[in-house]
């Protein structure tokens, strides 16, 4: 690791649907980390989640998971890393993971709840300056799996981006349909987005710098 690189973990365990995005996904995280000096360890093994383990990094990345995916101790070890200022970003069903664990819904900020067919559909940037969406345009349109949340997570979270329902069939959240967000949780930082349910989006510039940005926040370096 370089003087100024930091660690991310990118941890993608499924108990539930497993996403084939996977392999694709990790291999675009892991040459974002060489072309932006962060050092990448993806695993599936629940097992890192030790205080040991994870205080070799700065950021803890919540990769399409499903389901159940960390024991007791496990998820004390996440609570604490966050709680010593560590940084979480969630990608897609982050928002589908641990359904049992509220700590864990309010670092993610919503459970996901449906999704209709995969389509395209306009995203609104909501936030223009913030580091994850300043290079987007302000309508984007791209496909992916739109989601469906059980509760809002406003006034809990900063929205990022917005769907643009009547741009898709399937969105029942109404005139405000967040999609990605971030905040300022238990002493660390939490980022997450919806979208990256598909293998084109890991090959997606604009995505891949949506995420991007979103690792750099949370690691607190930016």
């Known amino acids: 690791m370089t003087v100024n690189s930091?660690?991310?973990l990118v941890f993608s365990k499924t108990a539930g649907f497993r996403h084939d995005s996977i392999p694709a996904g990790i291999a675009?995280?892991?040459q974002l980390g060489l072309e932006n000096?962060?050092?990448v360890h993806a695993t599936e093994e629940a097992a890192i989640f030790s205080s040991d383990s994870l205080a070799k990094f700065r950021v803890v990345i919540f990769f399409?998971?499903?389901?159940?995916v960390l024991n007791s101790p496990q998820q004390a070890a996440l609570q604490?890393?966050?709680r010593a200022g560590g940084g979480f970003v969630g990608i897609h069903s982050a928002s589908d993971t641990e359904y049992n664990?509220?700590?864990?819904?309010?670092?993610?900020?919503a459970y996901f709840e449906s999704h209709p067919k995969i389509q395209k559909a306009a995203v609104?940037?909501?936030d223009t300056m913030h580091?994850?969406?300043?290079?987007?345009?302000?309508?984007w349109v791209r496909e992916d799996e739109w989601y469906n949340f059980h509760a809002h997570p406003a006034g809990r979270v900063n929205v990022l981006l917005r769907l643009d329902e009547s741009s898709y069939s399937g969105g029942n959240m109404g005139g405000d349909h967040p999609l990605a967000w971030y905040h300022e949780f238990d002493d660390g930082r939490a980022w997450y987005t919806a979208m990256g349910h598909t293998i084109e989006s890991y090959s997606d510039p604009l995505f891949l710098r949506h995420l991007l940005g979103g690792i750099q926040w949370a690691s607190k370096r930016f």
Do not use: K, Q
């Open 131 to 139: 580091v994850s969406t300043a290079h987007l345009p302000r309508i």
């Open 124 to 126: 609104m940037v909501a």
């Open 80 to 82: 604490n890393f966050i």
């Open 28 to 30: 675009a995280m892991r």
């Open 37 to 39: 000096n962060f050092d």
């Open 6 to 8: 930091f660690g991310v």
């Open 101 to 109: 664990w509220p700590w864990y819904g309010e670092l993610v900020g």
């Open 64 to 68: 399409n998971t499903s389901g159940d």
